[in-house]
């Protein structure tokens, strides 16, 4: 059994910049590829980067292409979103998940419970 609990979000300024964490508990984290979602008021919930065990990450969204990285760090059992240059369409709910190699992000092993971010013009 995997928890994540994520943290980090809050309200910024457009132009600004936010870094959220994962933490993960269990023994098997770097086992798992980690990703990070975010869901917009009245949108779906959209996948936007993930990583895998040996750090390479694969981005989903192309507006967020060259402002958002993805980084782990297995020893301390996290996963980083870095958010640049943020803007109000960034604003939503930002979920980390993990999911088995094997497996597929339509439906993760583990969710976290979300943090806000908030991004005023």
């Known amino acids: 059994q995997v928890q994540l609990v994520e943290s980090g979000g809050g309200l910024v300024q457009a132009g600004g910049s936010l870094r959220l964490s994962c933490a993960a508990s269990g023994r098997t984290f770097s086992s798992y590829v980690m990703g990070w979602f975010r869901q917009a008021p009245g949108k779906e919930r959209e996948l936007v980067l993930d990583?895998?065990?040996?750090?390479?990450?694969?981005d989903y969204l192309d507006s967020v292409k060259g402002r958002f990285t993805i980084s782990r760090d297995n020893a301390k059992n996290t996963v980083y979103l870095q958010m640049n240059s943020l803007k109000p369409e960034d604003t939503g709910v930002y979920y980390c998940a993990a999911r088995h190699f094997s497996g597929s992000w339509l439906r993760p092993a583990y969710w976290g419970q979300g943090t806000q971010v908030t991004v005023s013009s």
């Open positions: 990583i895998d065990w040996s750090n390479i990450s694969t």
